[in-house]
T-cell receptor, first 113, second 108 residues
Framework: EAQVTQNPRYLITVTGKKLTVTCSQN?????MSWYRQDPGLGLRQIYY???????DKGDVPEGYKVSRKEKRNFPLILESPSPNQTSLYFC????????????FGPGTRLTVL | GQSLEQPSEVTAVEGAIVQINCTYQ??????LSWYQQHDGGAPTFLSY????GLEETGRFSSFLSRSDSYGYLLLQELQMKDSASYFC?????????FGSGTRLQVQP
């Protein structure tokens, strides 16, 4: 079954404690992306990756890092989380030919105290 | 910059037709996508318009007018399960920019 997985699904942490949210896809897609969703703001893109070892900033990259060492994985790293990073995070991927459709993971709800 | 505007909330009754509008101000606009998101769930793709005109997929249709920087999602024969948030998105090759979403409430 084609899917995008994220871990953890829920996380409560404290300010300054480094964390990583993993994202993995089994669709052999080159493109992957991270979004955060906040009430009234919709989904905003954090980072995206067009291919392995190629990453670019989205609209709200401050405070986040990503890496793309292999095609299937695209982890999101918060080196020093702050309360304003409390949000719902989604990883997404899309194909190279029909890139209009993005497939989203189930989401990770992060709370930073 | 890019911005897409949608109404924040729409209410309709079961069996009716509802239209959710989206106006955009973007540089380098590529195409307009629509996504559905139920509470607690992930966004799921509904439709995409690269060209002007109407695209139909079952009960859902989507329309784009580039000259008016405007599009809409049309939902027919509304069902209770259609209660969800709907997002339009400027779908570029590199990045995807979402509107803030429209919450649709379908009433019996």
């Amino acid at each position: 079954e084609a899917q995008v997985t994220q871990n953890p699904r829920y996380l409560i942490t404290v300010t300054g404690k480094k964390l990583t949210v993993t994202c993995s896809q089994n669709m052999n897609h080159e493109y992957m992306s991270w979004y955060r969703q906040d009430p009234g703001l919709g989904l905003r893109q954090i980072y995206y990756s067009m291919n392995v070892e190629v990453t670019d900033k989205g609209d709200v990259p401050e405070g986040y890092k990503v890496s793309r060492k292999e095609k299937r994985n695209f982890p999101l790293i918060l080196e020093s989380p702050s309360p304003n990073q409390t949000s719902l995070y989604f990883c997404a991927t899309r194909g190279s030919t029909s890139y209009n459709e993005q497939f989203f993971g189930p989401g990770t709800r992060l709370t930073v105290l | 910059g890019q911005s897409l505007e949608q109404p924040s909330e729409v209410t309709a009754v079961e069996g009716a037709i509802v239209q959710i509008n989206c106006t955009y101000q973007t540089s380098g606009f590529y195409g307009l996508s629509w996504y559905q998101q139920h509470d607690g769930g992930a966004p799921t793709f509904l439709s995409y318009n690269a060209l002007d005109g109407l695209e139909e997929t079952g009960r859902f249709s989507s329309f784009l007018s580039r000259s008016d920087s405007y599009g809409y999602l049309l939902l027919q024969e509304l069902q209770m399960k259609d209660s969800a948030s709907y997002f339009c998105a400027d779908t570029g090759r590199r990045a995807l920019t979402f509107g803030s979403g429209t919450r649709l409430q379908v009433q019996p």
